[in-house]
């Protein structure tokens, strides 16, 4: 079901490329002739527009060093340069620098583009870039609301590019484990699902020190952090989602707060405020945020506190399925611990899975998983921590991308329809919260 349509669309692949049951990745943007691993390719010119955190270090520094044999930066681009030129210094690179994006583009003539900008703007990007005829790879969220996405579904139709969403959560050892215990049958069919996801007061206030904090940047947490989750949930399942209702309250930050200043730096209730954090501590951040801040004024540690948050740090949604499968949903940010918990309820038991990214107590695995047999026995399966970004996702998510012929047994790869149907359900749920009224799928795009 998920990415039916898509240009990567799983069921084509196979058809074509394979007459064995092993499925290889639908994902590499680079051709190739031998197995999987390390081959002669000729390697891939990239480049990447938004050099902020995530473009600096995962898609810039870890990929062109890690992956060198695999892909070359030929421009690095944003339009506030103390970053970009701090960036550049950082990752390691002499490739050339644009604050203008159509003449990075026109110079450089990239095979793929990565957009790692903030998320309102991904779209531009993305569009433009494949109108110069480059393929892409664009951090999540892919859009912010239905009219970016449409607009993203007819270019796509229109310049035939290809579009790689980067969902590294479904490489996280936790969500793998119950992607192959729901594939067993194990639990037999799904029929609802009950997920929680915590955001601690210390990533989860994060959110609300920066451009996060806008709906108009973000798409609110429903969309920024949710389309994770809801992207796990229907590949979890295989499905789509089909309606949705959600309530949305600011509870902890925003106006909520009992003081405010502009940002930590200068607030005069340092020594009072359980979210003062000092940016100064952490150098790469200096360099990347702080001597940037006379270019645009973006302050990477501006308050949680401040009256005009207009995002929702207590939301819970209720989601239908294509598959008929119920789901109650919920994200709360201001918890005393970080991690998720998923229940699968299926007609011949229950799965749980229980992830911990950061809790004060000592705990020495990555997750559990727990299977539960009606009328029958409860096996638990520990899951320990990876190396590498988010537990070890970050990397296989590249070596999906970028390596030759990396079997996909779990259909892991994420193309334009799933990154599609991941927003839908968070764009819903914030006009179900605006409207008061369920929101159907079927409104608000057409593929
Ligand atoms: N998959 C993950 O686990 C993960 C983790 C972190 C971030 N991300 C995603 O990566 C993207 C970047 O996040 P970040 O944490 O690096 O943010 P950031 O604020 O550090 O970087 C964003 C960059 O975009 C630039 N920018 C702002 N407005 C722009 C515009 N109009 N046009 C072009 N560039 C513009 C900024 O100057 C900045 O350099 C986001 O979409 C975020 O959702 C994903």
């Not at 490739?95 to 991904?122: E, G, N, Q, R, Y």
């Not at 139709?157 to 790689?164: C, F, M, N, R």
């Not at 020190?209 to 609110?220: L, Y």
């Not at 970050?394 to 779990?410: A, E, H, R, S, T």
Request: charged letters at 30%.
């Amino acid at each position: 079901m998920t990415d039916k349509k898509n240009t990567f669309s799983r069921r084509k692949f196979l058809g074509a490329a394979m007459s064995t049951a092993a499925a290889v990745s639908v994902a590499p943007l680079i051709k190739q002739s031998s197995a999987y691993g390390k081959q002669a390719v000729k390697k891939k010119r990239i480049a990447l527009i938004g050099t902020g955190n995530r473009g600096e270090g995962m898609w810039g520094r870890n990929l062109i060093h890690d992956w060198k044999d695999y892909v070359e930066m030929v421009g690095l681009c944003d339009p506030n340069k103390v970053r970009l030129e701090e960036a550049k210094k950082r990752i390691r690179t002499d490739a050339p620098t644009f604050t203008d994006f159509d003449k990075m583009m026109k110079t450089t003539k990239p095979d793929i583009l990565i957009v790692t900008t903030v998320d309102s703007t991904h779209y531009k990007y993305i569009i433009k870039g494949m109108e110069y005829g480059s393929d892409i790879i664009t951090e999540k969220p892919m859009a912010t609301d239905e009219k970016q996405c449409q607009a993203i579904i007819d270019a796509q139709k229109k310049t035939g590019k290809k579009i790689i969403v980067t969902f590294n959560y479904r490489y996280g050892a936790v969500h793998e484990k119950a992607k192959e215990v729901l594939l067993s049958g194990d639990i037999g069919r799904i029929t609802s699902l009950d997920f929680h996801w915590y955001l601690d007061v210390r990533h989860g206030a994060d959110y609300f020190r920066r451009w996060h904090a806008f709906i108009e940047k973000s798409g609110s947490l429903f969309v920024h952090k949710a389309t994770h989750h809801f992207d796990l949930v229907n590949w979890w399942l295989d499905a789509e989602p089909v309606e949705v209702f959600a309530f949305g309250e600011l509870q902890k930050y925003g106006k909520n707060g009992a003081f405010r200043g502009k940002n930590c730096r200068l607030c005069r209730y340092k020594d009072k405020c359980e979210f003062y954090w000092d940016i100064t501590k952490n150098q790469r951040y200096v360099d990347l945020y702080t001597k940037a801040e006379k270019e645009d004024g973006y302050f990477r540690d501006a308050c949680v506190f401040r009256n005009a948050i207009n995002i929702w740090d207590t939301m819970a949604v209720t989601v239908k399925y294509n598959s008929d499968v119920l789901m109650s949903y919920s994200l709360n940010a201001f918890m005393p611990y970080e991690g998720c918990k998923v229940g699968f309820n299926g007609t011949k038991g229950r799965l749980d899975v229980r992830m911990w990214e950061r809790q004060p107590w000592k705990e020495s695995r990555l997750g559990e998983i727990r299977i539960t047999k009606n009328f029958g026995k409860s096996q638990v399966i520990d899951i320990h921590h990876a190396t590498g970004g988010h537990g070890g996702a970050d990397p296989k998510l590249k070596d999906m991308i970028f390596k030759l012929n990396v079997p996909d047994p779990l259909n892991q790869a994420a193309g334009l329809r799933a990154g599609v149907m991941s927003i839908l359900t968070g764009i819903a749920g914030y006009h179900s919260v605006e409207e008061k009224r369920s929101v159907k799928i079927s409104e608000l795009v057409n593929f």
